[in-house]
């Protein structure tokens, strides 16, 4: 059985940063890609970062030049570096990695960002 556990989640001012956490535990042999979604209240879950085993990444649009995803195998942990922060940024957000076929999520951190 494959467990995630984010930290990170807060509440900042806009312009501010925050760095989330995601680490895997139980039964993984391999992790292919990690990455962070977010879901707004009354939106559609939407992605916001991946990462693969290589190293390569993507981003949504909106986050580009302001997120960083990077990831730590040895420790089978993603991170995301959240950087000027907006309103907008405002969600739960969730990790999820792929073992094989097998998508696993992790529970979400709630992520305010305010004056």
């Known amino acids: 059985q494959v467990q995630l556990v984010e930290s990170g989640g807060g509440l900042v001012q806009p312009g501010e940063s925050l760095r989330l956490s995601c680490a895997a535990s139980?039964?993984?042999?391999?992790?292919?890609?990690m990455g962070w979604y977010r879901q707004a209240p009354g939106k559609q879950r939407e992605l916001v970062a991946t990462i693969y085993r290589t190293g390569s990444t993507n981003y949504a649009d909106s986050v580009k030049g302001r997120f960083i995803i990077s990831r730590d195998n040895a420790k089978n942990t993603v991170y995301l570096q959240m950087n000027s922060l907006r309103p907008g940024d405002t969600a739960v957000y969730y990790c999820?990695?792929?073992?094989?076929?097998?998508?696993?999520w992790g529970k979400g951190t709630l992520v305010t960002v305010s004056s």
């Open positions: 139980g039964s993984i042999f391999s992790i292919n890609t």
């Open positions: 999820d990695i792929v073992v094989g076929t097998v998508t696993y």
